[in-house]
């Protein structure tokens, strides 16, 4: 297992169109979150899922963002209806949770997505 | 809002030790330190954390004091690749992490 994996690492659309991307986690990792970092700034949370289940979702994701992992191994997470604004690092991590001490999350390299 | 602060940037000599301060003045008693990285163009990376003592590991030390109220993460032999975004959380069961803007250490020849 080579780590977590996104794709497309770039995607350059226009704006109003649809967009999807692919997060795969590090297999037997049972969470995995959803990222945006804009230049400069750290990551800031979106979602995140335990196995298949959406537990939390920041105010950040409006309702033009869904996020799936619908057997609990990849994810995508689509925005509908792009605006420039959206432009930013979209980044994937997964962890194994096993307990309440360690929660070290393993980052992908990250899609970045510019919208024109 | 980051719980930390950290200073905006810093300089580090090659082959020396680049010490990272964070502040961290309102941490829970069940809130960890972590202390991840960001090389330009990546994804972050963990580096570790850290409740009460001090820990080591094979990147770097992270230094608690006694009031868990600040932390130095320790690069003991810093190296050309270890320029990068360096970010501090605090954490606890339950709770997301939250990035600040983190350091960006620059390691020159």
């Known amino acids: 297992d080579t780590g977590v994996s996104q794709d497309p690492r770039h995607k350059i659309t226009k704006r109003g169109q649809n967009v999807t991307f692919r997060c795969d986690p590090i297999?037997?990792?049972?969470?995995l979150y959803w990222y945006r970092q804009t230049l400069g700034q750290g990551p800031e949370f979106l979602t995140y899922?335990?196995?298949?289940?959406?537990?939390?979702k920041s105010r950040l994701l409006s309702d033009r963002f869904s996020a799936e992992r619908p057997k609990g191994s990849f994810s995508t997470l689509e925005i509908q209806r792009t605006e420039q604004g959206d432009s930013a690092m979209y980044l994937c991590?997964?962890?194994?949770?096993?307990?309440?001490?360690?929660?070290?999350?393993?980052f992908g390299p990250g899609t970045r997505l510019t919208v024109l | 809002d980051a719980k930390t602060t950290q200073p905006t940037s810093m300089d580090c000599a090659e082959g020396r030790a680049a010490n990272l301060p964070c502040n961290h003045s309102?941490?829970?008693?069940?809130?960890?330190v972590y202390w991840y990285r960001q090389i330009h163009s990546q994804g972050p990376q963990y580096i570790i954390h850290?409740?009460?003592n001090n820990e080591t590991n094979e990147m770097a030390s992270l230094i608690i004091t006694e009031d868990r109220k600040s932390s130095t993460l320790i690069l003991p032999h810093a190296t050309l690749r270890d320029t990068a975004v360096y970010y501090c959380?605090?954490?606890?069961?339950?709770?997301?992490?939250?990035f600040g803007p983190g350091t960006r250490l620059s390691v020159l020849p």
């Open positions: 991590a997964s962890s194994f949770l096993s307990g309440r001490e360690n929660n070290e999350q393993f």
């Open positions: 297999s037997e990792h049972n969470r």
């Open positions: 899922f335990q196995n298949e289940a959406q537990l939390e």
């Open positions: 309102t941490i829970s008693g069940n809130e960890y």
């Open positions: 850290g409740l009460k």
């Open positions: 959380i605090v954490y606890s069961y339950g709770q997301n992490f939250v």
